[in-house]
């Protein structure tokens, strides 16, 4: 785990020397007029030294909390970081619990009922939630639900509340900086509710793209244990249809699912840039995503840490989670 | 001579199998459809520039999209580029990348992955370790940091999707080679004194090709969105390239219309976004029909 780490922040500084040491240089800077200035910083910083030297200064570096200047945020990346962060969470919290409860719910009634009506029209969902691209169905939901009917905002929060939030720091507390979670503390319902509607297109969004996947995998799962000797053994015991596909199916259905849950929040974590961007949510895939295009080269590496380091803390709970639902594994 | 080669029977059964499915129909329709408008593109749309039939061709600069008409069979888009041209030539890119990209990849993860598998060892440790870090970091993230570090444009992208796609390639022909290289047969073979290039070329590879391929489908259609994603955003095809992703973009300020008709520029989205979708929508029909036809479990049922 500590090694994947290590190898990522190889891999992503070892991208950052491919620019010369003067484009990096410019990081330094902060007005046109001191570009003359340009060697000097490149002396003065290292910037030429091999590669090993400055691999451990940026480690020291960024060990220190100092990742660098964001342009697109105007801020160091460190504080911005913490800014942006609160959005996506919010975001990811909402939709986790749905994707979940829906997904593995649909894949089990697909699984149950194989080649029926049933599966047939998930399948068909599943395939056309695969080609869609999060960005065109982003653009969709927003051309539906804002543009047409009108009814739910793009952005984080209405223009009305932000400034309140701004000038009544007596009166509103930001415990969490999750809009939701802090209207209902400070007891502002409005505020939860206007939060939660700015929340619901990109929710609609990021479910349904992630449940197309992780259905699949829970029927095709489902299936083959369906299809296993100790499933026919429950059911020649006269065992009824909740103890046969809740009780012993679907436990043994989720060890697969647990196997690629990874690579769903890898996915979702790419949906969530998409989303971000069409919905302008200022969070970490919006930042990512702008900081790309306005070549803020600290925030991308800064972002490709976090994402690694994402990976590294999933891979830790679905090992603890293999654990706890296959006791096979927990024993040996 | 009543007797088939076994290989030339199961691939027929093969393509029995996957014939009958209604997807692969659906999916081979659509696919044969885009291979027809990419190759007959310049009699369908004749460019305006010989020389750079990518670039769009646009009558006026007003940033206002309009509707179809006789001139424009499918309206222009944002700066008077013609859609119709555009999503013909867009069907050419598309190839471009999904076959470029996914052919980079496969190449050499297949080839790694089998030296890995097959051999073991030292070098099959480092190289897996290698592929976890490349896996840390999810594709789209790791692609806009290598297109940002080489700069902009759709090459660009391309070789940064090559760069990375083949990570997942590796892992699933090594686990294929690793149950493969047990097997009799091969053991066989190599008591034999059959060399080890002959064994893993001709004994293991086609035996464990199979997932390699339904995978290899299935990312044409990914690796064609990541790249529209990042046209999108504006680090692939510059503006006015004939490229699906970068006329959505194009469309993006027009997504809703005046208060009085907020679907009115509905085509500028439509219809590059209905290309990419059933783009996609093909490859990823056939790589699901594939899938079915060769997985051992349920082919025979």
């Not at chain 1, 149950?112 to 969709?140: E, K, Q, V």
């Not at chain 2, 007003?62 to 008077?80: D, R």
């Amino acid at each position: 785990m500590a090694f994947v780490l290590f190898g990522v922040s190889v891999l992503i500084f070892s991208i950052l020397m491919t620019f010369s040491p003067e484009r990096r240089a410019l990081a330094y800077i902060s007005s046109p007029q001191q570009v003359k200035d340009i060697p000097m910083i490149v002396k003065q910083f290292g910037l030429d030294d091999p590669f090993h030297l400055q691999y451990l200064r940026w480690i020291k570096e960024i060990s220190s909390g100092n990742f660098g200047y964001s342009v697109v945020a105007g801020q160091p990346v460190w504080d911005a970081f913490w800014k942006y962060f609160p959005v996506t969470l919010e975001l990811n919290l909402f939709t986790s619990p749905l994707i979940i409860i829906i997904g593995i719910w649909l894949g089990m009634q697909a699984g149950i009922h194989y080649n029926t009506s049933i599966d047939h029209t998930t399948r068909i969902f599943a395939i056309i939630g695969w080609s869609l691209p999060t960005f065109l169905f982003s653009l969709i939901v927003l051309m539906i639900f804002y543009g047409y009917f009108s009814v739910f905002p793009p952005g984080i929060i209405s223009d009305e509340f932000t400034l309140f939030i701004k000038e009544n720091p007596d009166k509103y507390t930001q415990y969490t900086y999750l809009f939701t979670v802090d209207g209902l503390l400070n007891g502002r319902l409005d505020i939860f509710w206007d939060a939660l509607k700015h929340l619901i297109m990109p929710i609609i969004t990021q479910v349904t793209v992630v449940v197309a996947l992780l259905l699949r995998v829970m029927r095709s799962s489902m299936i083959e244990e369906i299809s296993k000797d100790y499933i026919i053994t429950v059911r020649a015991k006269g065992a009824d249809h909740k103890t046969i596909y809740h009780k012993h199916a679907k436990r043994n259905a989720l060890i697969p699912v647990v196997t690629v849950a990874g690579w769903l929040v890898a996915f979702s974590m790419e949906g969530s840039i998409a989303i971000e961007i069409i919905f302008t949510r200022q969070g970490i895939g919006w930042w990512l995503a702008t900081s790309a295009v306005q070549l803020d080269i600290p925030v991308l590496m800064a972002v490709c840490l976090f994402f690694g380091l994402v990976y590294v803390i999933t891979n830790l709970i679905i090992d603890i989670l293999y654990a706890y639902i296959d006791p096979r594994i927990r024993l040996t | 001579m009543t007797e088939t080669h076994p290989r030339l029977k199961e691939l027929k059964f093969t393509f029995y199998r996957i014939f009958r499915n209604p997807s692969a129909i659906i999916g081979f329709t659509l696919l044969i459809f885009f291979i027809v408008v990419a190759i007959g593109a310049p009699y369908i749309a004749p460019p305006k520039y010989p020389h750079n039939p990518y670039r769009m061709p646009h009558k006026g600069f007003s940033h206002t999209p309009k509707p179809p008409s006789s001139e424009a069979i499918f309206g222009t888009t944002s700066g008077q580029y013609d859609i119709f041209y555009g999503a013909v030539w867009g069907t050419r890119t598309a190839f471009r990348i999904g076959i470029f990209v996914v052919g980079i990849s496969m190449l050499i993860g297949v080839t790694l992955g089998t030296i890995s598998g097959y051999y073991g060892g030292i070098l099959d440790e480092l190289l897996m370790r290698f592929v976890d870090v490349v896996f840390a970091i999810p594709m789209l993230v790791l692609a806009m940091a290598i297109v940002v570090a080489f700069g902009r444009g759709l090459d660009n992208v391309m070789i940064a999707l090559a760069m990375i796609g083949w990570r997942s390639y590796v892992r699933v022909m090594r686990s294929s080679i690793l149950t493969l290289r047990e097997l009799d047969y091969v053991q066989a073979a190599k008591i034999m004194g059959v060399s080890n290039l002959k064994i893993m070329l001709r004994h293991i590879l086609p035996n464990g090709i199979y997932p390699v391929l339904v995978m290899a489908f299935m990312d044409i259609g990914s690796m064609v969105i990541v790249a529209a994603f990042m046209s999108f955003l504006g680090l692939g095809a510059p503006k006015g390239y004939a490229d699906w992703g970068q006329m959505v973009a194009l469309a993006r300020n027009y997504i809703v219309g005046p208060p009085d008709d907020p679907l009115k520029y509905w085509f500028a989205i439509a219809i590059p976004g209905l290309c990419i979708i059933l783009f996609v929508l093909a490859w990823n029909l056939i790589g699901d029909a594939l899938r079915d036809a060769f997985d051992p479990k349920i082919r025979r049922g």
